[in-house]
């Protein structure tokens, strides 16, 4: 089986303060901006051939830089993202599409990452790679810890909670066999039509083929702010 | 205002496995047990007059020594618990009922909390003690980061997406008008009915009293496990 993973990393450039006034570009972990943790991790996947990334045009060349030095040769094109998440993702998916028309091949999946989860395992990859090939469509999620309400009609007060047994948390990486997502993506294109993540937007127009659960430890956070790195420090230091 | 506050302190009791094959009988969070933190916050906290926990049989002499020698004055009664957290808590509210039907003062407010969550601050929890006498109920949360997704009717398979703005995150402490609390623990203990927290249980009987939100971080977290406390020891670091 092979795979392309798509990476939206637009979020990655805040400025991250640090103490004595200093300031650095990205967010770091151990050492090494976040999105290189990302970057590894697919790097490491057995059953992912090639790795776009979709980032600001700011930070195209910091990429390109980052993952020659790094030596992740995976990393075939770093692009410009669009507007809103989905723009980004499809900017790429576009790419993936023209570029496999003329051979005629695509890969058996297509996964879709946040820049900012750096602690999916390798291994995590691949059995979502192998699930997303075998159902159609496969994403991680996790059983939410606290309780979970809807926010009421009075928007300073609960409304009605919701049963948490049967609700899940949901992550990236989410797999997808390559022709589903394309086309779903090109439809809601034309529709003009946005939804919350690709799960959402493939169960809409797949709504034959349910989104198979890959369910995960509390590892795979997503980290966007300063006030996330002592925290992901420290799972950075318990997977070591 | 005065409240009180119940801590459910049932789990504690978890044993907690050290490198070298050591073993310790509570979870620990730089060098004191998670409960002690715990009950320093609400030892801290200006509003809160009296403190009952609820626990295990095995666990009332040391938790009783623990708030001795750490001068926890507030601590008034450690007392065993129920089957289910909830009768574990009506257990309390009795004692609390019974202890104050002579005098006829109730407190203004009582809070109910798990042992597990120590990050809560002083000023969350006299925060939510006005709110609770001012609204009637009031009950600490916040958004989830993730997408939240139904689990389907085929459970290895994800059913609809929620829409994550209406969403939250709800944790403890609970606070409540004494009476509303009492009223509704009662009612639900003749019933026979469980609900998932006691901010449900007051839905159920006092529908016309919405529960108000307080809006918290990210920092009060429940620690069940081992694997929690990576985690925990750096969002402890970063409170100091």
Redesign the interface.
């Known amino acids: 089986m092979n795979a392309i993973a798509i990476i939206a990393a637009s979020g990655i450039g805040k400025r991250m303060q640090l103490p004595g006034g200093r300031s650095k570009q990205l967010l770091e972990i151990g050492g090494f901006p976040v999105i290189h943790h990302t970057l590894k991790a697919f790097e490491d996947a057995s059953q992912v051939t090639e790795v776009y990334i979709a980032t600001k045009a700011d930070n195209i060349d910091l990429l390109q830089d980052m993952a020659r030095s790094a030596g992740f040769r995976k990393v075939r094109h770093v692009i410009e993202g669009g507007k809103e998440r989905q723009d980004s993702v499809w900017n790429c998916i576009r790419m993936i599409s023209d570029g496999h028309s003329g051979a005629g091949e695509l890969p058996d999946a297509i996964l879709v990452h946040d820049g900012a989860r750096p602690f999916i395992r390798p291994e995590e990859i691949d059995d979502i790679v192998r699930l997303s090939v075998e159902?159609g469509a496969c994403?991680p999620?996790n059983r939410?810890?606290?309780?979970?309400?809807?926010?009421?009609s009075?928007?300073?007060?609960?409304?009605a909670?919701?049963e948490?047994s049967?609700?899940?948390?949901?992550?990236t990486p989410q797999g997808f066999r390559a022709g589903m997502l394309i086309d779903a993506h090109h439809r809601a294109a034309e529709e003009g039509w946005y939804a919350?993540?690709d799960?959402?937007l493939v169960?809409r127009y797949f709504p034959d083929y349910?989104?198979?659960?890959y369910e995960t430890?509390?590892h795979n956070?997503?980290i966007t702010t300063p006030?996330d790195i002592?925290?992901a420090?420290?799972?950075y230091?318990?997977l070591l």
């Open positions: 159902s994403v999620g939410p810890k606290d309780t979970i309400k809807y926010i009421g009075d928007p300073s007060c609960f409304g909670t919701l948490r049967r609700l899940m948390q949901v992550q919350t993540d799960a959402a169960e349910p989104v198979r659960i430890g509390y956070i997503k006030e002592p925290v420090e420290a799972i230091q318990a």
